[in-house]
């Protein structure tokens, strides 16, 4: 079985609450990411999910 990175980011305001996402058709909240396509570094992969699931542009981030 291959296994895959997911890349997930944590948004936090200045009011300390989490940005979360209804995954489509899920129950669940869940941070928004997904997995690294090919030849994509982990930031063009983090970027990439926001844009599609959250219609966010990451300017700025932050490993831990």
């Known amino acids: 079985m291959?296994?895959?990175?997911?890349?997930?980011?944590?948004?936090?305001n200045e009011h300390n609450e989490i940005l979360l996402q209804q995954g489509y058709?899920?129950?669940?909240l869940r941070t928004p990411g997904g997995k690294i396509d090919e030849n994509e570094s982990e930031l063009e992969c983090?970027?990439?999910?926001f844009l599609e699931e959250m219609y966010v542009e990451v300017i700025g981030a932050e490993r831990f």
Do not use: A, C, Q
């Not at 058709?25 to 669940?28: A, L, S």
């Not at 983090?46 to 999910?49: C, F, G, I």
């Open 25 to 28: 058709g899920y129950e669940e």
């Open 46 to 49: 983090l970027k990439r999910e």
């Open 2 to 12: 291959e296994s895959k990175t997911r890349i997930v980011g944590i948004v936090i």
